[in-house]
């Protein structure tokens, strides 16, 4: 695939990152926190997933931490420090979807507010240094 390919298929990801973070804040707003932390994690793991797409790479799987552990070369070191973050949104993936995920709770009855707000501010953090790196590739 040319590099010009690589990188608008990068971009429809990271296009569609940014409208499910945009779905995520109008959720938090509407009081669906658990659907609004998952929306998070879902806009941190597409950003990923099409700066891998854009860097001629094949990405695998969900979880953000892995996806900023496994990016080689130098693209690696400038997207550790976004580990913490990528980690925090990893805890979402399942248990704000699932009502036998947490004992003896729903995840409406286990997510706040405050928690699917970090949640969005996290993924906005990863979009954020993604668009970035859109700016720096060749």
């Known amino acids: 695939m040319s590099v010009e390919k690589r ?3 990068g971009e429809r990801w990271l296009a569609q990152a940014e409208d499910d973070l945009e779905a995520g804040r109008v959720l938090l707003a509407v009081g669906k926190h658990p659907q ?13 997933k ?32 976004l580990l913490s973050l990528a980690l925090a949104l990893d805890k979402l993936y399942i248990p704000t979807r699932y009502p036998d995920a947490l004992p003896g709770l729903t995840p409406k009855e286990a997510y706040t507010c405050e928690e699917a707000e970090a949640a969005l501010a996290h993924a906005e953090v990863i979009l954020e240094r993604v668009r970035q790196a859109f ?4």
Request: aromatic fraction near 10%; glycine fraction near 12%.
């Open 36 to 48: 609004a932390a998952f929306m998070a994690q879902q806009a941190g793991e597409k950003a990923l």
């Open 7 to 9: 990188r608008l298929e």
């Open 135 to 138: 700016t720096e590739i060749q």
């Open 50 to 81: 099409g700066l891998w797409f854009a860097l001629g790479l094949d990405p695998w799987g969900h979880s953000l931490a892995r996806l900023v552990r496994d990016l080689p070369g130098e693209w690696g070191q400038k997207l550790s420090p």
